[in-house]
């Protein structure tokens, strides 16, 4: 792979980090990461697929979405967007959810960090992943959380590379 994604767990300060460029301009990148549309072509890792309920893509706005399972099965998240700067930054907290966009208490939250940086023809996006406990990072790394979330950057590459050779 021309553009390896980099993963740091750091327990001690309840922080994930996630490195991945795209060879892509960040117009293009961040359309990826706020169309609903576009999102679902990507999001989920295979063979789920992602289903967007909703999305206000704004600050105190939410994006409600489902990961559908070959055999149906949907799982419910929610991210309520707290901060964003177009094309270079944005922030939410990501939660399971019911159909509805009510909270589980079951499963941990995340506080995520968007950052986007162009630099020639690469884009470069740069995540952190605060955790509120220690539990909470391990539980969400015992669920597949590297493994998914590779696939679904793998699967962004294949979106961009498909929609730039056109």
């Known amino acids: 792979m021309k553009n390896p994604m980099q993963f740091e767990k750091d327990i001690a300060n309840l ?7 795209f060879d892509a301009p960040v117009d293009l990148v961040w359309k990826a990461w706020t169309v609903s549309e576009i ?9 789920y697929r992602n289903e967007t309920v909703s999305m206000d893509f704004r600050e105190g706005g939410r994006w409600l979405y489902s990961m559908i399972s070959p055999k149906g099965e949907r799982h419910y998240c929610r991210a309520d967007y707290i901060e964003i700067k177009p094309e270079t930054f944005f922030s939410y907290i990501d939660c399971f959810c019911d159909e509805k966009g009510n ?10 960090n968007n950052h986007f940086e162009q630099s020639g023809d690469v884009t470069r996006v740069r995540i952190y992943i605060k955790f509120k406990s220690k539990e909470n990072l391990e539980e969400i790394i015992k669920m597949g959380f590297q493994e998914g979330f590779t696939m679904g950057m793998d699967n962004l590459d294949e ?3 498909s929609v730039q050779s056109k």
């Open 103 to 112: 909270a589980t208490s079951e499963l941990p939250n995340m506080n995520w």
């Open 39 to 47: 999102l679902d072509k990507w999001w989920a890792p295979k063979p």
């Open 15 to 21: 922080k994930l980090t996630v490195v991945r460029e």
């Open 159 to 161: 979106y961009l590379a």
